[in-house]
């Protein structure tokens, strides 16, 4: 009788997580729905383990965009592999669930498996006359390659990819693919065909409602004006891109690579406008995300942003550098978000000592003699973030206290 309650329970469950999976592969669905159901989620997976290795390899497969999605990459590893190791295995199924190991693999910089278990996915996709999986491998081929800065081949795996779900008729694959033209375009310098293949990723995704791929769509282009100089519109693509969901942005539901990659992005728009210190602070919470999920940036993305993110390093000494970087990874999104805005709709008034915008905010209302409570009401941010900008403005300002930040202040006129 408990198994046959635990086989009713493992249906439910199986018939949900498969309903999330097909949206997510059709349009890019936000697959964090699913989180409330979590721990039952697992315990299902353990039961049809044990129960039905079948089950389970569909079960693991169709959960797979979870642990894509919420950075749960070790979770998903250990269960993929968990239930690839059960044989005989569907084709369908083993395609599928090799399909997500490679996805999550690949998020955690692990190249290597990542591309055995690419091959093992295509291979059986083409043996099944599954387009779209085909074409969904070859995409990851070419991520693999453009990790590995094999840009060239990259590109032809993904021209191969676009071609195969244009003609699957699947909008979303043809969006995800152009954003990852895209961006191989703008490693290769190749502006014009970048343009041409982010515009209408862009006008696909949002057509189409596609968050996940607006956003990798978004932080593309952003990464295109980035190198022609057009900062504006830079930032204003990875803000919208951290700004699609703001409550997702806040609960990570939307893949850590769109968050990560859009945060490194205004840190490089920082750098370009001599903010050394909002470069920082932005990178530093785009690498506390990074340490609490494992996420890896991939080669060719660390070494594009290096390039704008090394004069700002060069503009402060160590301990500015970590404080500011400190100062990022207590932020959260949202409030980095919000400081990165500020920053844009009111530009720092002192050069001298590198005040970002949030932190002359700060530093006003302090002088006003409100309390770190008291800030933090007024500018929707904890009292503790308040503490960790007030850390960050006293090393700035070269004082110790409250008192005499709000008399350097008004002597510098900074308030």
Known sequence: EEDEIQMRMLDYFLALAEVADAAVTRTGWDIAALETDLDNLRTALNWALRLQPEAALQFAGALGFLWYFQGYYQEGIRWLEAVLAVTPKSPVLEARARSRLAAVLMEVGNRTQARRA???????????G????????????GLIDAMESALNRAAEEFEISLRLFQEAGHAAGVALVLANLGWVSVLRRDRRRAAATLEESLALARTGGDRGYLGWALVNQGRLDLEMGRLDRARDS???????????VAQLSVPPRIVVSALQGLAAVAATEHDAIGAAQVLGTAEAICDATGFVAWPAEQAFHQRYLAAARAQLSDAEWSTALETGRALGIRETLADAQARHNSPPKSPKYG?????????????????????????FISPRTVSQHLRSIYNKLGVHS????????????LV
Request: hydrophobic residues 55%; charged residues 25%.
């Open 355 to 379: 005040l970002s915008a949030r932190e002359l905010e700060v530093l006003r209302l302090v002088a006003e003699g409100l309390t770190d409570a008291a800030v933090g009401s007024r500018l």
């Open 118 to 128: 690419a091959e093992l996915s295509l291979t059986l996709y083409q043996a099944i």
């Open 402 to 413: 409250r008192l005499a930040a709000t008399r350097l202040a008004v002597e510098q006129h």
């Open 238 to 248: 990875f803000i919208e891109a951290l700004e699609l969901d703001a409550v997702a």
């Open 130 to 141: 599954d387009r779209a999986g085909e074409a969904l491998q070859l995409n990851a081929a």
